[in-house]
């Protein structure tokens, strides 16, 4: 069970404190208890439907409306609820995913992923929900609100939905494009942005030889002697310890000193020294962008070869 103070609230569901403290005086959305020295704080199951009104409230839902409704009805009008009027505001659907993630509710949160993918397309439906949720996660994950069970569940539903876009994308022959490795670090299990990469090269016509997690390096090292790749790209998330992520990035750069390595990921924006090859990405937009410059540049060889033919 979740302790809350307000400003948990406020940072979780973007509903300024002021505001909360009215809706809980006026229309007793939320139920606090005070602590010994007469502090509120607020449970899981507040947070639960102050998610759900943040999210009703910015699909046009009035608060006095809101206030009338049961859990049930409230939760079902958040998946019910048309969409089209405001398909530029993500924040809502954030909070839905929350809350079916605090229900452990499946149907719900599948059902709320499918419509994000349907309205926006896959790759804008990850980065405008998926990646905001996801950085929800970890602040509730560090405050010790979110248990095991609720962030395996839906780590495993968005990896399905990674997959199967992915699986969907027609086949890539190596021959005729830039061939790249991904993997993750021997001992790294942390794979939804390493999966996300992978659709995005493959959507590009890029080919995409994917070795997923807990990868010991002297394999990657096989692999690219026969592989061949244009680059390599590795994510930093718990792995290696912080005091060891230099002697690992200058590890890898002598293993494979010939093809580009890129790394990704907290422990990637640490400061050490680079190897001559490698290149740090701060955002998932920055490989996306890179993914992109590639495409055109490829293009314009192509271009000239097209026309003397």
């Not at 505001?89 to 079916?100: D, E, K």
């Not at 990868?215 to 692999?223: I, R, T």
């Not at 992109?292 to 540049?297: F, G, I, R």
Request: glycine share 4%.
């Amino acid at each position: 069970m979740g302790h809350f103070s307000i400003s948990d609230l406020e940072q979780l569901s973007g509903i300024k404190a002021h505001t909360i403290r009215i809706w809980e005086q006026r229309y007793g959305i939320l139920r606090p208890v005070r602590t010994a020295t007469n502090i509120r704080t607020y449970c899981d199951d507040d947070l639960r439907r102050l998610l759900n009104v943040a999210t009703l409230c910015g699909r046009g839902y009035r608060i006095s409306q809101i206030a009338k409704l049961s859990e049930e009805e409230m939760a079902n009008a958040v998946i019910s609820c048309d969409d089209d009027a405001h398909s530029e505001r993500y924040c809502h659907q954030v909070n839905a995913l929350l809350a079916a993630m605090l229900e452990m509710n499946e149907c719900n949160f599948t059902c709320t992923l499918n419509q994000v993918v349907e309205q926006h397309g896959f790759e804008q439906a990850v980065l405008r929900v998926v990646y905001p949720f996801l950085q929800r996660i970890g602040v509730m994950w560090q405050a010790g609100t979110v248990n095991p069970a609720q962030e395996h569940l839906v780590t495993h539903l968005i990896k399905q939905k990674l997959m199967a876009a992915t699986d969907s994308l027609p086949p890539v022959q190596p021959a005729t494009s830039r061939r790249w490795v991904l993997f993750l670090p021997e001992g790294e299990m942390h794979e939804l942005a390493l999966l996300f990469m992978n659709y995005v090269l493959r959507a590009r016509g890029h080919h995409v030889l994917y070795l997923g997690q807990s990868l010991p390096l002297s394999e990657l090292q096989k692999v690219c002697t026969a592989y061949q790749p244009y680059a390599a790209v590795t994510v930093l998330t718990a792995v290696p310890e912080r005091h060891e992520v230099q002697d690992f990035v200058h590890q890898l750069g002598q293993l494979c000193p010939d093809i580009r390595l890129y790394l990704y990921g907290p422990l990637a924006q640490l400061a050490f020294e680079l190897p001559p090859n490698a290149a740090r990405l701060g955002l998932v937009t920055d490989f996306i962008l890179l993914a992109n410059n590639l495409v055109a540049a490829d293009a314009c060889v192509a271009q000239p070869e097209l026309t003397e033919g």
